[in-house]
């Protein structure tokens, strides 16, 4: 016998979960919210997006400082920290009030493990409380990957420099860092702007591999060129030293080694599948639980939305998502909205950023369509606000498909570029063709302006 029900339990409290709960609550369910951290958020707020873009806004803010104004005085490593705690705790007594206002959702600080297709146990370190859910969603979310590597518990992880109460408490004066992925090398330029020597050891020979090609490439001409890049570089093991750590790794054939001060590890994440899940003979794909559009699993009432489906592990995938599949709850699990993945921008917080949504350029050469393009771009050097900022590098890449010149994607690197793409994919999203973009007063004197700028030459 079960202990209780609800007609919803969600497995974690993060992206994929709380939107989905808070939804399906107005509309007069009830809801049981499960997360061992006891609160909403999940990991983006814990140890992700927020404190690391809130740590990464502060540097960036030093850079242009010292810029503009040709005084190289930084800031002390613990003001930054301290920024980030305050976001931090900002935004859980934000999501505390949102839950006061919810009495439909229930939170409770415990684990969740299936025991069967409709009941779940929760367990919270003191008892355990059999729930039976008519409909459950999974967003337990990925953890950091740490490969079998000889000294790998040596390397920090992001849940180290970002964490609520992080490992890393004193800015490092060299910092290897293993992985050239997103998280690698946003990391990377952002202690680079404080003043760390970094390298970066990348295990193929393209760093930010799956973002579009020349996008990267306009980047990486943009990045820090103190910031050493190693390609090909497989890092076989790790080791203590007197000063810090050395990075073994091969290159070329050959054993190589470097040393740094600290070493970060971040060569990807993995989903985290809830105990007993295994059991339900529900299937996985490559990426993570196996879903369709309507965000469900082979079992109908079972949901799987954010970074435990891998299709997308972005903070605002896993919003959509679970909407997605609160929707299909209030429709009784027989599917009226679905998850489009074709608009979504992504942005690499480096510094500069850049972003990029939809079908680009690069992608569209590499096969991923058919679809014959026409690019306009326009250049950050004749860009007013990136004139004031004096960062200049980088532009806008529009992609609008040949003859009725709908916008089907675009990438920007520079100034602002985490906030254009996000006019940018709404114009992607909502169908607008060059001639609504070159129609569009743009806000002078804003980056903004270069997408109308683009727009116009074609038109
Ligand atoms: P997403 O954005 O995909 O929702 P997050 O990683 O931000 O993912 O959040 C997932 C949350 O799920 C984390 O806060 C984690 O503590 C929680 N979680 C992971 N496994 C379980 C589990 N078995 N029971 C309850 N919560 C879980």
Known sequence: MPDADFDVVTIGAGGGAYPAALRLAR??????????????????????????????????HVRLHARLTGDPAGIGYERIIAHKDDVQATRYAQHERELAGAPQVTLRRAMARFVDRHTVVVDDGVGRTAIKARHIIVASGADVLVPALPGADLCLTSRDLFGRDPRLTERPASMVIIGGGAIGVETASFFAALGTTVTILQLGSQMLSGMDTDMVATLQALLDPAIRIVSDAGVTAVERTREGVRVHYMHAGKPSHTEAAVAVMAIGRRPVIPEGFGALDLAFDQHGIRVDAAMQTGAPHIYACGDVNGRLPLFHVAVRESLVASHNILARDTPCDYMDYTAVPITLFTIPAAAQVGLTGAAARAGASDTVLVESAYAFREDARAQMTGDTGGGIHLFFEAGNLRLRGGWVVGVDADQLIGQIGVAVAAGLSAYDLARFPDQHPMAAEGISHAARALV
Do not use: Q
């Open 27 to 60: 509309a007069g369910l009830r809801v049981l919210m499960t997360d061992p951290k006891g609160a909403l958020g999940g990991n983006c707020l814990a140890e992700g997006c927020i404190p690391s873009k809130a740590m990464r806004e502060v540097a960036a």
